[in-house]
């Protein structure tokens, strides 16, 4: 079982930083997509960035320039460098790791962490 572990969360004003962290135990060279989603109240899910295990990057239009993701295999682990923070990034940020096994792919999410940037 791989269980992904969010940290760096937190309140900051708008046009701040932050940075986030989810660490993997476990999943090593299977680990394939690592990503980013996030969830404000009331809202859906939304994608926000992903990065393959080669470094490929797929981000969000409305973080295009702001956000950018990054991953350490040797330590299981991927970033969330957040920029020019705004309100609207207020939500509950999610990692999901996409592990493959064979033909399979299993997802994993992390508990979430709490972005709020004040105006």
């Known amino acids: 079982q791989v269980q992904p572990v969010e940290s760096g969360g937190g309140l900051v004003q708008a046009g701040g930083s932050l940075r986030l962290s989810c660490a993997a135990s476990?999943?090593?060279?299977?680990?394939?997509?690592m990503g980013w989603y996030r969830q404000a109240p009331g809202k859906q899910r939304d994608l926000v960035a992903t990065i393959t295990k080669g470094g490929s990057t797929n981000y969000a239009d409305f973080v295009k320039g702001r956000f950018t993701i990054s991953r350490d295999n040797a330590k299981n682990t991927v970033y969330l460098q957040m920029n020019s923070l705004k309100p609207e990034d207020t939500a509950v940020y999610y990692c999901?790791?996409?592990?493959?096994?064979?033909?399979?792919?299993?997802?994993?999410w992390g508990q979430g962490t709490q972005v709020t940037v004040s105006s």
């Open positions: 999901k790791l996409k592990l493959r096994e064979g033909l399979v792919d299993y997802d994993f």
């Open positions: 476990g999943g090593g060279a299977s680990i394939n997509v």
